[in-house]
């Protein structure tokens, strides 16, 4: 079904087409768009919105606009195998690099496991359970639940947050444009607009303290781009101004650099003696920190020169530390 055209061909086509508008709106439609997006009239729409009502959707009129209440399910997919194979990926990494079990998770890759086929179900299984042996996190869950609430209703929350530099927490009314989860630290965050600061702003899910629903709506800025803001990054970190960073790899590790496209932005040349340079723009090059340790001997800190003092300052702390002398 193409949702472009218009054309319903059925009645059972329609209606789960409707269930699906009405999910993606949180705010509702009327009968008459819902009659324009399906190419039908508006009595038919209501007979329609009856009908889906009978069938234990939990529609509700505001206003004459129809929406569905907050905590309803989304509406069913239908997932070819590779597809599916995707999300089997998705939740494995998911699985893995959760170091807490919380509720949602769970369910969430208990019915992705109860729809695979074998082995991928199998697999899928053991995975749950190892997760399910993991502490769980109440809070984390609830805070998850509201921003996820907030963000498909275009709703104002309003957080009590402890940063990494403060030593009291601050408070703020915060329109959440996005939750992005990072690799680095296995963390997740929301960016939105903070109005107590004025300004677009990052949160670490971990340190929000509290978070409450409020009734308050926003429009997020028509131009927002999150994947265009985030590349600008190596993590999370995003910014207008860049820095270039240049890295030189041995030859040893050229194979597994090319392996990998590592940023939008890179550049990687092959060197005479079979080793590499890889050139980046980052916002934030501090974030390539860890992911710079990982390589060893194998890489050489070309620009910027902070940074190039910062790793020579760390190889020789880490040369004398299996030295046995002092730092």
């Known amino acids: 079904m193409d949702p472009e ?5 059925n009645k059972a086509q329609r209606l789960t087409y409707i269930n699906h508008l009405l999910y993606r709106h949180p705010r509702g439609l009327t009968t008459r768009e819902l009659a324009r997006l399906c190419n039908v009239n508006q009595r038919t729409i209501q007979r329609d919105l009856r009908d889906l009502e009978d069938m234990g959707v939990p529609l509700w009129p505001d206003e004459g606009r129809y929406r569905v209440l907050e905590g309803h399910y989304i509406p069913p997919i239908h997932l070819k195998l590779p597809e599916a194979v995707a999300l089997y990926l998705a939740g494995r990494l998911l699985a893995r690099y959760s170091d807490r079990c919380d509720a949602h998770t769970f369910s969430a890759l208990l019915k992705l496991a109860n729809v695979l086929p074998q082995p991928m179900s199998a697999h899928m299984h053991a995975s749950i ?8 996190d109440h809070h984390m869950q609830q805070v998850m639940e509201v921003l996820a609430t907030a963000w ?6 309003h957080i009590r947050y402890f940063g990494a530099q403060s030593e009291e927490p601050r408070e703020y009314d915060l329109c959440p444009y996005c939750l992005e989860a990072s690799g680095e630290g296995n963390a997740i965050y929301v960016i939105g607009w903070a109005v107590q600061a004025n300004e677009l702003r990052t949160f670490k899910l971990e340190r929000i303290q509290e978070a409450q629903l409020t009734e308050e709506t926003f429009d997020p800025p028509a131009d927002f781009d999150a994947p265009a803001l985030l590349d600008s990054c190596w993590g999370i970190m995003y910014g207008e101004e860049k820095e270039r960073v240049t890295l030189r790899f041995a030859p040893s590790a050229t194979r597994r650099l090319l392996e990998t496209t590592w940023h939008p932005s890179q550049s990687l040349d092959v060197l005479p003696d079979g080793g590499c340079l890889l050139r980046l723009e980052i916002a934030h090059p501090e974030e390539m920190i860890y992911w710079i340790r990982g390589w060893g001997p194998q890489v050489e800190v070309l620009e910027p020169a902070w940074l190039r003092e910062r790793m020579a300052a760390e190889a020789k702390a880490t040369a004398a530390l299996y030295a046995g002398g002092e730092v």
């Open 5 to 9: 055209d218009g054309l319903i061909r």
């Open 129 to 136: 359970q190892r997760l399910a042996t993991r502490e769980q």
């Open 152 to 157: 498909a209703g275009q709703r104002v929350v």
